[in-house]
């Protein structure tokens, strides 16, 4: 199985309720075909870079799973098909990423250095 990560875009007409049902509806379809979810992050509402059908905030989720190849596919008819998601970005990682994740995941990168522990 390959491991991938994928960001969501929802439409911020939503309720944040609404918008954690439609990324657990999207976790659902993963769950249901075999993949293991290793982390989700909900970014929340935020500025998008460049306006989408008029609209100048939405509502960011990104989920990392392991999954075989042919349920990208479903997932991605399931996304285009909902009228809530805005964009989506599906990535496959390779070991380096994977690697990175972890150490991101473990908190390797909010330590401070020693000099600064020192110092306070």
Do not use: C
């Not at 199985?1 to 309720?17: D, F, G, K, R, W």
């Not at 690697?99 to 401070?112: E, I, L, T, V």
Request: proline share 3%.
């Amino acid at each position: 199985m390959q491991q991938y990560e994928i960001v969501i875009v929802l439409t911020p007409l939503l309720s944040e309720e609404v918008a954690k049902e439609a990324n657990a509806k999207f976790s659902k379809v993963l769950t249901d075909g075999g993949a293991e979810i290793i982390q989700e992050d909900n970014w929340g509402l935020r500025k998008l870079a460049y306006p989408i059908q008029k609209k100048t905030t939405g509502y960011y989720h990104l989920t990392e799973f392991k999954a075989p190849g042919e349920l990208i596919n479903k997932l991605e008819v399931e996304l285009r098909r909902d009228e809530r998601v805005l964009r989506f970005l599906t990535i496959a990682l390779d070991k380096h990423a994977i690697a990175y994740n972890d150490k991101k995941r473990s908190g390797a990168f909010n330590k401070k250095p020693k000099a600064e522990e020192a110092a306070n």
